[in-house]
């Protein structure tokens, strides 16, 4: 049999509200590497999910998904939590 090449990951950002979950990816995905600031009405409600590959021409990409982290959302997110991914843990 043939065997599939999977270049597509799971990107899991977490960690309490405010911490710069929603500020990192966005300046990952900038061409300048920055992010402009975000405001209290920008926070992430629920989930978050983007595409985003690091390298032009390269086939590897990231399903980024930025959880919010005010405590109200923390009962959900047991659910979207996989083993086959990449967690990235966020705080000041």
């Given at each position: ?32 590497d ?9 926070r ?22 930025d ?26």
């Amino acid at each position: 049999t043939e065997m599939l090449k999977n270049f597509r990951m799971k990107l899991m950002l977490v960690g309490l509200g405010e911490a710069g979950k929603t500020s990192l990816i966005r300046a990952l995905m900038s061409q300048s590497d920055r992010c402009g600031k975000i405001g209290r009405d920008d926070r992430t409600v629920g989930i978050d999910i983007a595409r985003w590959q690091p390298m032009a021409g390269n086939p590897l990409e990231f399903s980024a998904w930025d959880f919010a982290g005010q405590r109200i959302y923390y009962i959900t997110h047991q659910f979207f939590l996989t083993q086959r991914a990449v967690y990235l843990l966020v705080w000041r």
